[in-house]
T-cell receptor, first 111, second 109 residues
Framework: SAVISQKPSRDICQRGTSLTIQCQVD?????MFWYRQQPGQSLTLIAT?????????ESGFVIDKFPISRPNLTFSTLTVSNMSPEDSSIYLC????????FGQGTRLTVV | KNEVEQSPQNLTAQEGEFITINCSYS?????LHWLQQHPGGGIVSLFMLSSGKKKHGRLIATINIQEKHSSLHITASHPRDSAVYIC???????????FGAGTRLTVKP
């Protein structure tokens, strides 16, 4: 199993600024995923972040807007850059290690 | 058609009622998860299933691999069970999750 600590749990940000979300895992895992849930929508995969390689982004998501770091096997960050109100969502990290495990989610509100 | 379909979309129950939420999926999976999302947005993993049935307190989850179907049951429902319940399939191809749209449950006292 894996326990993920995701921070912050929520934030209210000004448009045009950036927010970095962190996920710390209590064990080494190869595969980490970042998801977004826009209001009233289901969770959607943003990108897959594997240590030692560039993140792989899904259609509709680009690195300039959502840069991801994966410096080691226990940690990753997702940055939401140059935010607009349309970025107001819940962001969730997940790892796969004998099953899937989830962070607690970050509720972002852009004003 | 979504790869993971949940029903119903919304569900209102009286306290004490037995509740069932259904999930059908069309992808190959290595596991299926049931998640609970609280009104504040926080997500809790309830169950991870690859076969059979699991029980935790008043919650029961079942899966039928041949029929590609899973159900989440809540016995003796309580207002604190009010949340969004999400079915999530862990793909056996590339290990990413495919999420259902969620079922919004409201339990009235």
């Amino acid at each position: 199993s894996a326990v993920i600590s995701q921070k912050p749990s929520r934030d209210i940000c000004q448009r045009g600024t950036s927010l970095t979300i962190q996920c710390q895992v209590d064990s080494q895992v190869t595969m980490m995923f970042w998801y977004r849930q826009q209001p009233g929508q289901s969770l959607t995969l943003i990108a897959t972040a594997n240590q030692g390689s560039e993140a792989t982004y899904e259609s509709g998501f680009v690195i300039d807007k959502f840069p991801i770091s994966r410096p080691n096997l226990t940690f990753s960050t997702l940055t939401v850059s140059n935010m607009s109100p349309e970025d107001s969502s819940i962001y969730l990290c997940s790892v796969v290690s004998g099953g899937a495990f989830f962070g607690q989610g970050t509720r972002l509100t852009v004003v | 058609k979504n790869e993971v379909e949940q029903s119903p979309q919304n569900l209102t129950a009286q306290e004490g009622e037995f509740i069932t939420i259904n999930c059908s999926y069309s992808v190959g999976i290595s596991a299926l998860h049931w998640l609970q999302q609280h009104p504040g947005g926080g997500i809790v993993s309830l169950f991870m299933l690859s076969s059979g049935k699991k029980k935790h307190g008043r919650l029961i989850a079942t899966i039928n691999i041949q029929e590609k179907h899973s159900s989440l049951h809540i016995t003796a429902s309580h207002p604190r069970d009010s949340a969004v319940y999400i079915c999530a399939a862990l793909s056996n191809i590339n290990n990413d999750m495919r999420f259902g749209a969620g079922t919004r449950l409201t339990v009235k006292p």
